[in-house]
């Protein structure tokens, strides 16, 4: 009511101000269409609303429609508890065991739904000895909501049934002034989650947005900290600035503010591996390519792909040393995947996919006999495939065998026969790459 006064007063574009202490903006300002947001969220919030609870469309969508790209996927934030949630969307549930949030699912699209929070007050919140809180936060009102936010960008809410967004932190400025800022005393933000330095550089990198100066300037000098956040937790950050489709720009962010020695031991292994730069450089240039054309991603592959140099520097140092070929190879994995274990902090459940990547390189040089038929059925045949395309573009091998192959899997059954080299002329193979030590190893692999 006084909302509808206040603008027939100061005409329809004008920022009023909400009950709280919110800036409302409306949709002549911002424009921003609820045609942008997806069917899913749509109907939550209508749903919810209906019910006589607030609910919006918060964070990242929101951000990301002010500044016309599409969003990954859309969140709701609204006063309802989940079990309220739970009673009005069917199709629902109640996810998370520390902070509970409802997935609301609707065919392909699932909408995470959660509870407005806040954040518990450094007095009584439970903080290590650098402030990092170690509980999470508990139901708050939307204000609340909003000031526990990481950046002032990401704290903005949208209506849309008003097309309105409730703004309490002048994010909507910031995005306009294409500032990424964050709430409240950055070194207090930075300590309370060290999590949020990682992402100040990933948001940034992602959406071609300024680091404020008082947001970047605590960074350098607290980065240590991220060495108290558990390791799944700094793994899924990792993963997300690799899977970003933008881990390049990233990289380049993290040099920039000198942010990428000891900051991450995974960086260091992607920055400071003399002989894999070039090609670890092309993988991470390969997967943004394929993250922004949507074709699928996986982590196992791109984590094989930074540590493949060491796997070749161990595998020659063992072969030098006297092992055979295939057996060097078989160590130099374990060796490596043992290595980077405590370092890195990558999963077991990768290794499987990771060896098999690496131990299928060898046997496309054995281009005799029905070896490279036997090769192109195997399940891993086009990730194996990709990584030595990788290889080839990267200068390791010569491009004739990448190129060879592409050729083999989609020719006719003559041409193949024609392409097929003699099976017992292991010699002239030889000559054909680069790497002698490579081509010792594909007489003695195992065809199958
Ligand atoms: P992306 O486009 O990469 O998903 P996002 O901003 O949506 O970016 P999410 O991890 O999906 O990132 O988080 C959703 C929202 O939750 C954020 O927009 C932000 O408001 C809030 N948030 C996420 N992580 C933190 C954090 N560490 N501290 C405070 N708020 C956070
Ligand atoms: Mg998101």
Known sequence: MIKKLLKRVFGKSAKVKSPDSATVIPFEVHKVDR?????????????????????????????????DRQPKDFDVATDAT???????????????????????????????????????EAEVAQTDEHGRLLRDNEFGDQEQ?????????????????????????????DIRANTLRIIGDPEVRYREDPVRMLRAVRLSAKLGMQLDVATAAPIAQLKELLANVPEARMFDEMLKLLLSGHA?????????????????PMLDVILEQPLGERFVMLSLQNTDQRIRDEKPTSPAFLFAALLWHEVIATWKTREAAGERAVA??????????ERQRAQLAIPRRYDTVMKELWSLQPRFEQRGGQRPIRLLAL?????????????????????????????????????RAEMLQPDAAPKKRRRRTKKPDTSTVQAELPID
């Open 35 to 67: 045609e942008g947001i997806s069917y899913g969220a749509r109907r939550v919030t209508d749903g919810l609303q209906a019910e006589g609870f607030k609910a919006f469309v918060v964070g990242g969508a929101v951000r990301d429609l002010l500044l």
């Open 82 to 120: 989940p079990e309220e949630i739970r009673r009005v969307f069917r199709r629902s549930r109640i996810i998370g065991r520390r902070f509970r949030l409802v997935h609301v699912m609707f065919g392909d699209e699932t909408v995470e739904v959660s509870t407005f929070r806040r954040m518990i």
């Open 145 to 173: 909501d909003a000031a526990r936010r990481d950046f002032t960008a990401n704290a903005l809410f949208y209506d849309p049934a008003t097309q309105e967004i409730f703004d309490y932190h002048k994010g909507y400025a």
């Open 248 to 264: 390049l720009e990233c990289i380049k962010k993290l040099r920039e503010m000198d942010l990428h020695h000891g900051m991450l």
């Open 328 to 337: 060097a190879l078989n160590t130099a994995m374990d060796e490596v995947l």
């Open 379 to 415: 399940p891993r045949f086009r990730g194996a495939y990709d990584f030595l395309l990788l290889r080839c573009q990267s200068g390791e091998i010569d491009s004739e065998l990448g190129e060879w192959w592409t050729e083999f899997q989609v020719a006719t059954e003559e041409r």
